[in-house]
């Protein structure tokens, strides 16, 4: 049998002593036997030795990091080179963006920039894309948190918390639609009691790119965009099928035949006096926005881009339309900024004299869409844009004929090596998807070739889609503990968020 | 209209001009305008530029580490306050321990330590109710996982990866068991083609408290801790209701009339010879184990603690029995090592002939159960220890008469104001569950009033169980984006885990 060595016994009073094991541990000094003073001394000793602790766990912390550092600047030298390569290739793009932006925002109908498919124009087609899905990714969506239906984010962090400050936008302004109207399985309301608002629900943002951005688009751009759902597609029943004037919502339209999709409309025009968040409709905050920004750069080159996906492709549509009607895109030296809509997955929004009036106000809109995606025969299923057009106009007193507005173009998910074969009709509507499509698309008929370094595991981000080899967990987008974090007493809880908008008055009429 | 003031424009080739605006921004000068060696130079610039950048991010990283850093040493001095209160209460509590160990262990069946309960015997309960319930925050249980069935965290760092340094104490070995057995519902198995392993699950762990907490506690404690169920129940289906002396399966019981449920006797006995973590059974793991740690520490007082929830506590109950029974807790200077098993919901294990065996050979249980769980009931729905003790007898022979072991500590979940009427009997069954009714515990017919600070919110990590009012979101324990990570070139990846186990090998016969 061993020798017992010694062993030192550190207790947690502070105090070091060396004792030989033995059958039964040392029992440790008892505290009632101490006098006052000593127990001063204890508690002196004790706090001397947890601040000790912490110092050096924060030394260790600090050490570590600079080790941390040291070899990601290796790494970073390194990729330095891979960069400068990007860089050039990424610049030599933009470059050619600040010249060749107006074709790409629709100057002339995106003719012969299709098939074969454009490269830069798919290039700006997936960056406009990413822009609607931050509308996704920035939203709570979970019933059990209190901020259900509002922006995970501060505004002025929004694209830096999705990872997206190269993109070189500001967000300006949230956009909040009230959620008691006609299509509840489009808004999110929280199970809490207790939340940021029972009415309002975050609906996109306005943003616009900043200087050195501005220099490389050739125009200081304004963009809006809009949500759509979240992922299910319940809402597409509660949509009525009943065209309305746009007039009578306070559209400024001289004609009244011009109408639009009900639902759509109240989404876009409907307001709440007792929300902070919806006092004003969406439709006045954008414009409030937008005449906000056009003022502020007089000087530049601007343009409006709105994108969206599903039910914000619609809104989309509707306020770029709006936008025009209204006169908002004129400068007061005369220019006329172009207005353009890259929609996803857009459902038909109007009539046809809705698409007439649209197109003749020069909107051009470019719609991405997957041919086996339902939402985009809807509203409209029967009598559409393929109805001939003495049947339309004939139609046209009838509450139920639908044209879809501007130029298509039509991805089919089939083609991707990539995606398994599913029935979901979730999948062919999911706006990740598209933008893979968009990435491996080169023309008709052509053969799938993804053309950017995309990472295809984003399509899994909220869907099942990939093909399992891919090794991607479908649905893998969420928080830790769903944003329960420990308080300073060590229990689990929702944070709360210090503010959650700031401009939430002005108003622009 | 405002005169246009200058403004600095910095291209991304690291130039920096100043620019009056005009309507439309200068145009970024043109690569191929440039000679070689101003490319070269340029390059430079950039990379620079880079290092620059990368430099002064790291600044500024460092600068709001150090100013967090006070701000919570400002915290942490108003804590420590109170962490020496709480330190105080909780020494006395462990000196206690130290001095009372044995009557918590059950050396005398927890006689009048029930009913009032014994907060020190509660404050144990919980403790290894904890050390249980890690085995389900330790589990890879997403499907979608590379290394679905394993567990989560490297041995050397698991109660650190789980926020339980504080316990004291080290994970010594992980234990497997085959998958390949009758109880299907129980494993999980990836649905990736590329595994660590088809055949193996994780199911547990043997841990050691270390110097410190080993004064504390009075003994050097070996903690056995098995996994049960991850929520759902089907598991129970499997029970084949089928009773099988365990001298049959190579478990050195004089008496073929001590039998025990033939599913739980595979799951702790089954090897698979092609497999690395399971070609020695969970049985042969934690035996090589529980030697090797007895000889490691031979001059010292030890405990053996076995605990286990729902599946877990039947082979906590099986292998604290085999324990004794092989007479492996014997010391080499001839004295006995107690062995004990803090059990939770668990279902029952063996015939009457097992119960009086297991008992006539000194092991303790004590079962913690919530009245209304079925578990707890099966196998033996009919036949069990309610039945009069000659027909006990009589039924013997046939093979489904089982019978509880040790002492019944059974809580009711209506009791706790904090829980919400469900009919859920997952949420019945549910760990964190039992360990909030502890907490709340103090004898029958009492009032159910917290004792320690114990974070409810722990109730519905995987569960849906606490009121709503408590603003805690069901099942609210999840990895960030489920463990997939960017990778160096920003791609989203399941990491690799490097070392997936250290110590497979180690016969213990």
Redesign the interface.
Known sequence: ??I?LP?M?????GQVSIAF????????P??CQKSQAELEIL?LA??RK??TR?LSE?NEF?AS?ITD?NIE?E???E??EE??RA??ES??NE?RI??SWRKIHGEDDWIGMLDPMDPLLRFELIRYGEMAQACYDGFDF?P???YCGSCRFNRRRFFERLGMTSLGYEVSRYIYATSNINLPNFFMTS????VWSRNANWIGYVAVSN??T???L???DITIAWRGTVTRLEWIADLMDYLRPVSSDKIPCPDPSVKVESGFLDVYTDKNKNCRFCKYSAREQILTEVRRLIQQY????LSITITGHSLGAALAVLSAYDIVETGLNLT?DGRSVPVNVFSFSGPRVGNLRFKERLEGLGVKVLRVVNVHDTVTKVPGLFFNEHVPEFLQKMADGLPWCYSHVGVELALDHKNSPFLKDTNDPTNFHNLEAHLHLLDGYHGKGKRFVLST?R?I??VNKAADFLK??H????F???????G?VRN???????PERPKLDDHISANWF
């Open positions: 049998m061993a017992p062993v016994v550190s207790s947690l009073k094991p033995s059958k039964k541990p040392a029992p440790p008892l505290l508690k004790t706090r947890v601040i912490v924060r600090m990091i550092l600047e790494q970073e030298m990729e330095i960069e400068m860089k050039t610049d030599n470059r600040a010249e979970d059990f948190s209190k199970r809490w009691p207790k200087d050195e501005s220099v490389r050739g125009r200081r007089p000087n530049e080159e007061e370094k990472d595991a984003l399992d080899h090794l991607v967990p479908p893998w987008r969420q928080d830790e503990n769903k329960m300073y007493e060590g229990r689990w809880v929702q």
